[in-house]
Every structure is written in C-alpha cells, then in structure tokens.
C-alpha cells in the first residue's frame, strides 16, 4: 500500500482531493481479484502522469515556449556582440513586452532573459575548457579568440539581469496603469 499511496501523490492535489476514497476503493478491489498487482500501478502511474500532463495548458506553457528560443538568441547575440548596448535595449524590449503580455509572470521574464546571456558565457567558456584539455574540436579557435580577447568576467555577465528586470517591471507597471484606468472609466 506503500507503493499506492506515493503514485497517488502524481495526482494534482484538487484531483486527490475529489476522487481519492474512490481510487483507494477501485484499486484494492481490483488488487483483491488480480494475478499481476504490477499492471495496476503502472495503470495508477499511467495516470498520475496523464494527469499532471493534462494541468499544462498552451495558455500556460505556449509564453515559456515562446520565450525560450528568444533568449537563448538573446544569450547567443551577446556572445558575438562587441558593444552592450544593443544587448541592454533588446533584453528591455524582450522583457517589457513578455510582461506586458503575461504581467503575472514578470519575474519569470526577468530570470529567463537575464540568465541567458550568462549561460552561454559560462557554456562557451566550459567548451573552450573541454577543447583545451581534450584535444576535441568543439569550437573553432575564431570562435573563441572573437568572443574572449581577453580573460572572461562570467560574474560580470549576470549584469544582464538588471535591464531583464527593468524591462519586465515597465512592461508589467504599464499592463497594471491601462488596467487600472479600464476600471476607472
């Protein structure tokens, strides 16, 4: 029964809540008269997942799905850019606009955009130590003599979290004032 109670707990919670006396008593009827109780937990996990799997929805995981691929292009253009500026203005538009969209999920935007750029430093920089110390050509040595003149700073790039926060406070402060005067009028 120990088995029973940690798979029930892949169920959502308002779903255990609802239908749990329910499974409890479908599952040990079903345990009593079968050969193979194995089949009945993977049933029970088959539907835990199905569950929990049904909880996503586009309208909750499509902004993230769209996001994702934004900033790793985001992380990727810091790593060939030569100036920050261009950096700075695209993780405040990114930003501002994603927290305009979906103001509830700001900080989300924040994180996600302003991590990517020091992901792929830190990743670029991780290849270039694997290259060094295995003799694999993971990247061209252009690559890494463009990106890295001189020793990289990897602190210094989560830097690119204060405009991702700028950004995402400014679109989600501007979604909040029209909100605010739809109500007024």
Do not use: C
Not at 67 to 91: F, H, K
């Amino acid at each position: 029964m120990r088995l029973f109670e940690l798979l029930l707990r892949l169920y959502p919670k308002p779903f255990r809540e609802r239908f749990e006396a329910e499974l409890r008593d479908t599952f040990e009827h079903a345990a009593a008269e079968s050969d193979a109780p194995r089949a009945l937990y993977l049933d029970l996990f088959a539907g835990g997942v199905r569950e929990r799997l049904g909880e996503f929805s586009v309208q909750r995981v499509g902004p993230i799905i769209l996001a994702l691929p934004l900033a790793t292009l985001t992380g990727y253009l810091d790593m060939r850019a030569r100036e920050v500026q261009g950096i700075v203005l695209i993780l405040l538009i990114l930003t501002g606009v994603f927290a305009l969209a979906w103001p509830r999920r700001a900080w989300l935007w924040a994180l996600l955009f302003g991590v990517s750029v020091p992901a792929w430093h830190f990743g670029v920089a991780l290849a270039g130590l694997m290259q060094r110390a295995s003799g694999w050509d993971l990247l061209p040595d252009a690559t890494l003599t463009h990106v890295y003149i001189v020793k990289p700073n990897l602190a210094a790039t989560f830097l690119a979290l204060i405009p991702a926060v700028i950004g995402s406070l400014f679109g989600a402060g501007i979604r909040m004032a029209i909100a605010f005067e739809i109500d007024r009028v």
